[in-house]
C-alpha cells in the first residue's frame, strides 16, 4: 500500500488528476451539470443516436422481453437472438461476411488483434509441436504511433513486437516492413485518429499490405457510422469495402449504445470466436442494449440526413474557428482539436469556459503527448449555429485576455 500510497500522491502533487464531472441528464449539445445548464462539445454521441426516440423504444421493449442481461457469455447461454440480428446489421452496414459483437470496444480491439497476432495463445498445450513448428513464424505488429491505447495493450498480451511507425509515414512504414519482410506481418491503425481527427491513408496501407503480403486490421471506432457514402466507415470512404482483413469498432460512439463489434470475412471471424479470450470469457452484452443497436445500425443506413447535417456543422465549425485564428485544421470527422500547448494553461482555460457554461474538458498527457495539451472539441447534429458561435467567441476571448496564441 505505501508504493501506492506514493504514486497516488505524486499524481495529485503534479495536478495529473483529472477531474469529472457528473452529468445529470442525456447525452446532446446542452446538458445539466451540478444544477447548471452547459453547452457540451465533448460527447462522442455524433448523431445524437443515444437520444433517438426509436432506438429507446427497442431498447426498452427488448429489456422487458429479455431482461437486464444475457445470463452469461456468448459460447455458453448468453447468445441472444438480438446479438445475432446486431451482427448481422452491422455485417450489412460494413460490406462484410461475418460479424462478432463484443461487450466493449476495447475488447474488440483486445480481443480481435491478440488473436490474430497469436492465435495459440491460449490454446498452445492442446498443439502437438509438429503442427506448431508447421506454422509461419513468429508475428510483428506495425502500429502507427498515435493509435488507440487498446491496441498497443493488445500486442502486449498477445506477446508479439509491436514496431511503431511514424503517425501516418508510409515511407516509415514500409522502410519498417522491408526490414522484417521474413516475419509474419499485421498492420493495424485507427481509421479516425482519435485525439486529431484526421483519418489514416488507407489506401497506401492496402497497397503495402499487398506488397509485403500483410494482414490489416483497421479500428474504425469514429469512422464507422459517418464515413463513406452509406456510413459505412474508413474503408468505404475510400472504395475499399472489403480489401481490409478486419475492421474493428465500438458502438458507444456513432450508435449510441455500449459495445464493439470485429467484421471480417467468414473464415477469420469463425476463428476468433474459438481464440478470442474477451470473446469466450466475457458475458454478452444485455440484450435490451442489442436491440437498440440494431435500430441504430438501421437509422444509420436509412437516415443519410442525420450524417449530412454533422457535416454541416463540422464545415461551419471549422469556418469560425479559423476565422478567429483558433485552429487551422482541416477536418472530415466530428473532432476537431483546438491545440493549446501548455498543460495548466488549457486546464485553466477549460475551467474558465466551464463558469461561462460550456462542457470541453482539457485533454492533455499521458492522452496526448506533452506539450500538446488541446481541447478535443467533438460536434453532434443537434449543435446549432447559435451555439457554435457562442463557444468560439467565449474561446476566443479567454485566448486574448490570456495572452494565448493557439497552435
Avoid at 460479424?99 to 497476432?117: K, R, W
Avoid at 516492413?177 to 491503425?189: E, Q
Amino acid at each position: 500500500m505505501e508504493t501506492l500510497h506514493k504514486i497516488l500522491n505524486y499524481i495529485k502533487e503534479k495536478e495529473l488528476y483529472p477531474e469529472m464531472k457528473t452529468v445529470c441528464t442525456a447525452p446532446s449539445a446542452v446538458v445539466e451539470i451540478e444544477k447548471k445548464k452547459m453547452h457540451m462539445f465533448c460527447t462522442n454521441n455524433y448523431l445524437n443516436l443515444a437520444t433517438h426516440p426509436k432506438v429507446i423504444e427497442a431498447s426498452v421493449l427488448a429489456t422487458k422481453k429479455y431482461g437486464t442481461g444475457a445470463g452469461g457469455s456468448r459460447l455458453i447461454s448468453g447468445t441472444n437472438q438480438m446479438h445475432v440480428a446486431l451482427e448481422k446489421e452491422i455485417s450489412i452496414l460494413k460490406g462484410r461476411e461475418d460479424t462478432l459483437v463484443f461487450s466493449s470496444g476495447y475488447l474488440a480491439n483486445i480481443g480481435a488483434i491478440s488473436a490474430i497476432a497469436n492465435p495459440l495463445l491460449g490454446v498452445a498445450r492442446e498443439i502437438s509441436k509438429e503442427f506448431m513448428r508447421s506454422l509461419d513464424n513468429e508475428t510483428i505488429v506495425f502500429s502507427d504511433e498515435l493509435n488507440h491505447a487498446s491496441i498497443i495493450d493488445a500486442c502486449k498480451i498477445a506477446k508479439v513486437p509491436c514496431i511503431q511507425y511514424n503517425h501516418t509515414d508510409m515511407s516509415d512504414l514500409k522502410k519498417k516492413l522491408l526490414y522484417y519482410k521474413t516475419k509474419r506481418k499485421i498492420i493495424v491503425t485507427d481509421g479516425v485518429f482519435s485525439m486529431d481527427g484526421d483519418i489514416a491513408p488507407l489506401p497506401d496501407i492496402v497497397e503495402l499490405a499487398k506488397e509485403f503480403h500483410s494482414l490489416t486490421i483497421v479500428d474504425d471506432a469514429h469512422g464507422t457510422g459517418i464515413l463513406g457514402e452509406n456510413g459505412g466507415g474508413t474503408a468505404e470512404y475510400f472504395n475499399l469495402k472489403g480489401e481490409i482483413d478486419l475492421e474493428v469498432g465500438t458502438l458507444n460512439k456513432v450508435f449510441g449504445g455500449v459495445g464493439g463489434f470485429v467484421s471480417g470475412n467468414k473464415e477469420i471471424c469463425e476463428l476468433l470466436r474459438v481464440t478470442s479470450r474477451p470473446y469466450i470469457f466475457s458475458a454478452a452484452m444485455p440484450p435490451g442494449n442489442a436491440a437498440g443497436l440494431v435500430e441504430a445500425v438501421k437509422i444509420v443506413k436509412d437516415e443519410p440526413a442525420l450524417r449530412i447535417k454533422l457535416f454541416e456543422n463540422i464545415d461551419y465549425f471549422q469556418k469560425i474557428l479559423n476565422k478567429n485564428q483558433l485552429s487551422e485544421t482541416v477536418s472530415s470527422t466530428p473532432i476537431i482539436p483546438i491545440i493549446i500547448g501548455d498543460e495548466n494553461l488549457t486546464v485553466k482555460l477549460s475551467n474558465q469556459l466551464f463558469e461561462k457554461g460550456f462542457f470541453v474538458p482539457a485533454i492533455r498527457w499521458p492522452a496526448v503527448p506533452k506539450g500538446e495539451a488541446r481541447f478535443r472539441v467533438t460536434l453532434m447534429t443537434d449543435h446549432t449555429k447559435d451555439q457554435m458561435d457562442a463557444f468560439v467567441e467565449t474561446l476566443n476571448t479567454l485566448c486574448i485576455n490570456e495572452n494565448v496564441l493557439v497552435k
